[in-house]
């Protein structure tokens, strides 16, 4: 049986457009999605919230983890295209980030049009704003005031080392959103980490 | 026949949607997009009501100005138009709304975290009068080559003594992006740098928006021995006697009397209502 | 005392009132009817319906109605309403070599097959302003049918490979301008649909202009046909075309001068133009642009505006551009105010300094 989307399409996918907005306004800044839709696994459903916002038959979208039930849901509800491959995903939903493809695969735009760069969900086991001096990384960029620290849990060693790389071809890039459970923070290409 | 919330129809909203948070991803950059005609006409604000329409909910409440003040007939029919389509609360005071939508002045009243600022943007290419080839301005972006704004300026200063150039001053985002502030006088412009607030654009006719995220570094194009400065009066206003605000000058007999008044309404709706108070 | 200027509101409903009452005229005269205006101001309801991208002659005709007459604030309306309905699907291609021919001229050959139709045009009508308009006589019946379908005069001369292929099918999806934002360069099914949409005379001058020696292109009118053709679509899943309708159309083929290059044999080339109901003047004007703008494609020297893609594809929308220069006319007295404190810094500084001249750019000396 299919599950449901969001119950006020209009008013759901607004609300949490907002906080997509501001999450990826104030770079690092943990924040709660107001709404999280029934979503089919792999698919968290903050995930679900967030495709179910910006995607349809215009955006393509890569799955990592190509559940069949997973495919079934987003093209009943959002009408997405399906990528077959990560480098074609204007949305790329990471479900397992310990395996995911290197950062480098996707799209990152091109001078002309940076913004034709993809945009990746990603489902990460925790996402904390620890107090000072309590772990996580701190960043810094457009957005942020002096810095900010965030702890992102479950990614694999690779992956800020990836992303540093990717930081030389500023302004192409990739846009990241984290989510886990309720909770949602963004790092726009411009957030840069800071050593230590 | 009903109109969708918003008027927009929600794939509008959602590629609208998709094209913002690019727009923040990429600060000070111009992100293509597929303007809707609008029922206003281009060059009215078709830009900034997308932008709107794409953020507005029930929960909202919605103030537009433009030259600073309320009751403008263009502000007057977009908040009308928001109003009708949308059913959203509206206000006049810059503190009470959630969204601001602006054509040429930033409120005097310093904006707050939990606000966001849409401008209406007539051109939003800032080398497009020294470079009318969209193909070229666009190359001229990607490889940040904004010489041809520093050779007007200096030209500005070789023949006035000054850079000549009062509203619509250039910008340059993030250390990255030469940018268009839209047409508020240059008074306005600190008001960019490192904003609370996050400050949206949109050009309809020209089908193109941008953002500057808040906390964001935004200077004004300048030179080391001509320093950007922003306009000064002599006078006060004559309603509310602020010194540091945005004066209109109006004259008031057939003898070419002038006064001088602040430019955003509500600002001096209130100093006038606390003097009193 | 001055007051701050209020009640922009109050003077927005008082405007609208008086805009009511001068569209409707002298209520003693009947109001218009949208079937009068349909039938007997179809040319306006077709450029209305062309220009606005849409076909629907009611609704062409209530916005003619509501704007006066006004013919661009009439396509502004129709735009506005399209932008809001659902797209359903997209149709196939029409195929204009199965019209129903109501007018065919060939300006290329004395007589071809089906021959040359003049229909109903104003061409021949030597414009004496008719005093005393009576009821038509009756239309004199043909002597023999029209033939039911007219072979296209190019694909005559494309048999004898005098002028250039295009082969069915190797066109990309087509780009949706009203969806999508233009991107320079443009291809030319892009071109063409902003030159649709384009203002007629907009058009007219920049086509003229390449007659008057801005891109000369030595054009034919190979063709021009006006008539109806079927409307047919191929809904997923019925999985087979069906015809929803037909619509009146006006095509305009150009035949243009070629003399080879790029490794191509010389031929001729091709112009082309479209438009909804009755629109010669403004298929002929678009196809005389769109060959104009293939100058970069056939190799040819681009300095003609009609050439410049970027110049051309910009400025021919009406909404924009009617929009852009009318915004003038909203107050722009922030920016003045910044412009006034200026001057005068400026002026203040030479009256303190008089011997000390600012210095001079270069290109003015």
């Known amino acids: 049986m299919m599950l449901a989307a969001f119950a006020q399409p209009v008013f759901d996918s607004q609300r949490t457009f907002r906080e997509l907005l ?11 999605l107001p709404i999280v839709p029934p979503a089919p696994a792999p698919i968290a459903p903050a995930a679900m919230a967030i495709l179910l916002t910006l995607c349809d038959s215009a955006t393509s979208v890569w799955l990592q983890q190509p559940d069949e039930e997973a495919m079934r849901h ?70 942020i005031r002096d810095t900010a620290t965030l702890h992102v849990e479950g990614l694999h060693a690779d992956f800020w080392p990836q992303r540093a790389a990717l930081a030389e071809q500023l302004p192409l890039g990739i846009d990241l959103y984290f989510v886990a459970a309720q909770q949602l923070a963004c790092l726009p290409r411009t957030t840069r980490r800071l050593e230590g | 026949m009903n109109y969708n919330f918003a008027f927009l129809d929600e794939d509008t909203k959602r590629m609208l949607r998709r094209a913002l948070l690019k727009a923040v991803a990429i600060p000070g950059y111009q992100v ?128 006035y003594g000054h850079i000549a150039t009062s509203y619509d001053y250039p910008v340059l985002v993030d250390g990255r992006y030469l940018t268009s502030p839209s047409p508020i006088p240059k008074f306005d412009n600190p008001k960019l740098d490192q904003s609370p607030a996050l400050m949206l654009f949109g050009a309809g006719r020209e089908k193109r928006l941008y953002a500057i995220p808040p906390y964001t570094r935004v200077e004004s194009l300048a030179f080391e021995d001509h320093p950007f400065e922003i306009q000064r009066w002599e006078q006060q206003c004559e309603l509310c006697g602020a010194g540091e605000s945005y004066l209109d000058e109006v004259i008031v007999d057939d003898h070419g009397k002038r006064m001088f008044v602040c430019s955003d309404t509500d600002f001096c709706g209130q100093r006038r209502a606390e003097a009193s108070a | 005392m001055y007051v701050a200027v209020k009640g922009g509101e109050q003077a927005i409903a008082r405007s609208l009132e008086l805009l009511a009452e001068a569209r409707r005229g002298d209520p003693a005269l009947p109001e218009l009817e949208l079937a009068q205006i349909r039938e007997q101001l179809r040319l306006g309801v077709a450029r209305v319906m062309q220009e606005g991208s849409l076909y629907d002659e009611e609704l062409a005709a209530l916005a003619m109605r509501q704007a006066a007459g006004d013919m661009l604030e009439a396509i502004f309306l129709l ?3 399209r932008t809001t309905l659902p797209r359903f699907g997209y149709s196939l291609p ?67 490979a005098l002028i250039e292929r295009f082969a069915p099918g190797d066109d990309a ?58 409307v047919l679509v191929c809904p997923e899943e019925l999985g087979f075309a069906i ?66 893609q970027e110049f051309v594809l910009s400025h021919s929308d ?25 001057l005068r810094t400026l002026a203040a500084q030479q009256s303190a300094t008089p011997n000390e001249q600012p210095l001079s750019t270069a290109g003015e000396q």
């Open chain 1, 22 to 32: 501001q999450a990826m306004a104030r770079p690092a800044l943990p924040r709660t």
């Open chain 1, 74 to 143: 987003l093209r009943f509800h959002a009408g997405v295209k399906l990528a077959q491959r990560p480098e074609e995903a204007d949305f790329a939903l990471i479900s397992d980030p310990g395996s995911m493809p290197a950062l480098d695969v996707f799209a990152r735009g091109d001078l002309r049009y940076p913004e034709r760069s993809a945009s990746l969900i990603i489902q990460v086991a925790a996402i904390q704003s620890p107090a000072a001096g309590k772990g996580g990384s701190q960043f810094a960029g457009p957005g």
């Open chain 2, 32 to 159: 293509p997009f597929g303007s809707r005609e609008m029922p206003l006409p281009y060059g009215w604000g078709t830009g900034g009501i997308q932008v709107t329409a794409a953020l507005l909910g029930p929960d909202d409440v919605l103030k537009v100005i433009d030259q600073g003040a309320d009751d403008t007939t263009n502000a007057v029919n977009i908040r009308r138009f928001f109003a009708r389509v949308a059913g959203v609360a509206t206000t006049e005071h810059t503190a009470d709304a959630t969204l601001i939508q602006t054509r040429h002045r930033i409120p005097e009243t310093s904006l707050r975290e939990n606000q966001i600022l849409v401008f209406q943007v007539p051109e939003p290419e800032p080398l497009r009068t020294l470079e009318p080839r969209e193909a070229e301005t666009r190359s001229l972006h990607a490889l940040a080559d904004y010489g041809l704004m520093h050779v007007k300026l200096y030209e500005d200063i070789a023949q």
């Open chain 3, 79 to 81: 735009r506005a309403y």
């Open chain 3, 94 to 160: 029409l195929d204009t070599s199965s019209m129903r021919v109501r007018r065919r001229v060939s300006g290329t050959f004395k007589d071809i097959p089906g021959g040359q139709v003049l229909g109903p045009t104003y061409d021949y009508t030597q414009r004496l302003l008719d005093f005393d308009p009576t009821a038509p006589a009756a239309v004199t019946p043909a002597t023999a049918p029209l033939p039911s379908q007219m072979p296209r005069v190019l694909d005559l001369l494309d048999a004898e």
């Open chain 3, 173 to 230: 999806e087509p780009f949706d301008l009203t969806r999508e934002p233009l991107s320079f360069p443009a291809d030319r099914a892009t071109r063409l649909q902003n030159l649709a949409r384009g203002d007629e005379g907009f058009l007219l001058g920049m086509a003229y202009s390449t007659q008057r020696g801005y891109a000369e292109s030595h054009p034919f009118a190979g063709e021009i046909r006006m008539g109806e053709v079927d």
């Open chain 3, 243 to 308: 015809e929803i309708g037909s619509i009146t159309l006006t095509e305009c083929q150009m035949i243009n001068q070629f003399q080879g290059g790029n490794g191509v044999p010389p031929q001729f080339t091709r112009g082309y133009g479209l438009s909804m109901g009755e629109g010669e003047r403004k298929a002929m004007s678009m196809a005389l642009v769109d060959r104009a703008l293939r100058c970069d494609e056939l190799g040819e020297a681009s300095y003609a505006p009609a050439q410049n």
């Open chain 3, 318 to 342: 009406s909404v924009e551009a009617s929009g852009f220069v009318q915004h003038l006319k909203l107050p722009h007295y922030v920016d003045f105010q910044a412009e006034l404190s200026l």
